[in-house]
């Protein structure tokens, strides 16, 4: 293990490296970077992706970032349950457990796709600790909805690159009805899909080698549906979408900033899924000027 001691962990929770605590018996991880005066915990995707694609090196020249680690992703935070049990609410809790860790009275949460439903469970569950809120390619539910209008995007994605042979294979993966059981078949589904979770990645495919390392721990979550509840979400909140996001697309980020009271969309128009790699100047500057907008979510 890098970073600071145990020592310093227990008596300085900011300070830059790498921390662990203990939720439930089970242990959880969490980086910190950056030393600005505002704290944000980011919260990765998946369910079950390992969170090192999710680093904001802009962000972090102004604003204390939090990476907690995806309970389940490493074998030593799996739960007893594994591969089941990782509802949005154990999300949650051990977010929050973070969150108490870090001592403060209120922070800001960004979630990145499946991590924008835990965001918004934690948004739910714990409003009084939430300075700002950003939901970043991510949807209010995962319902048979969300799979009806992939596949029309994928179609799109398909007519982006007419006669291309790298096409097919994309769309194989997403009609292979094969269950995934594995972390090795996961990750391999994933890598599969990967060029339509971006605006353009085969002309860009040097910039995104690293993202051909993700893994994917295999989790089962459940079913969720937030509309009907976001209206109460009083919490300033950003939502980040790009234009060709197959997945969590404009249509569900329109849908989110419509219910929520208190909301801004900003759409990266040459990104994917990915804007924080695609676009990572635009999406920084989003997400700084909402949070610089957002007082009292920060060190004291």
Sequence with gaps: MTGTTIEERHMNPLSPGHHVIEVDGIPQEY???????????????????????????????DITMVYP????????????SHPDGYTLDVYA?????????????????????????????????????????VIYDSLAHNTEELVKEATARLAEFADRFPGDPRVAPVLAAW???????????????LRALLPAYFADYWGREEE??????????????????????????????????????FICGPRWARAMDDELPNSTVVTLKTSGHFG???????????????VRSVKNGGRR
Aim: charged share 20%; with cysteine.
């Design 31 to 61: 980086e910190v970077r950056g030393q600005g005066p505002a704290v944000c915990l980011a919260l990765s995707g998946g369910p079950g992706i390992d969170d090192g694609y999710l680093r904001f090196p802009l962000l972090e020249e």
């Design 175 to 189: 009609t292979d009805d094969t269950i995934a059981d594995t972390d090795e078949a996961r990750t391999e589904h």
């Design 208 to 245: 995104f080698a690293r993202l051909a390392g993700l893994r994917v721990t295999h989790v089962t979550g459940g079913a969720f549906d937030h509309r009907g509840r976001l209206d109460t979400v009083m919490t300033p909140t950003l939502v980040v979408v790009g234009a060709y996001d």
């Design 276 to 290: 924080h790699i695609e676009q990572p100047e635009e999406f920084a500057a989003a997400v700084l000027g909402f």
């Design 93 to 133: 809790r051990f977010t929050h457990a973070v969150v108490e860790h870090l001592g403060l009275s209120r922070v800001h949460l960004l979630g990145h796709s499946a991590g924008g439903f835990f965001a918004q469970r934690y948004a739910l569950t714990y409003p009084e600790r939430l300075a700002g809120l």
């Design 69 to 80: 680690t995806q309970v389940g992703t490493t074998a030593e935070s799996r739960l007893p």
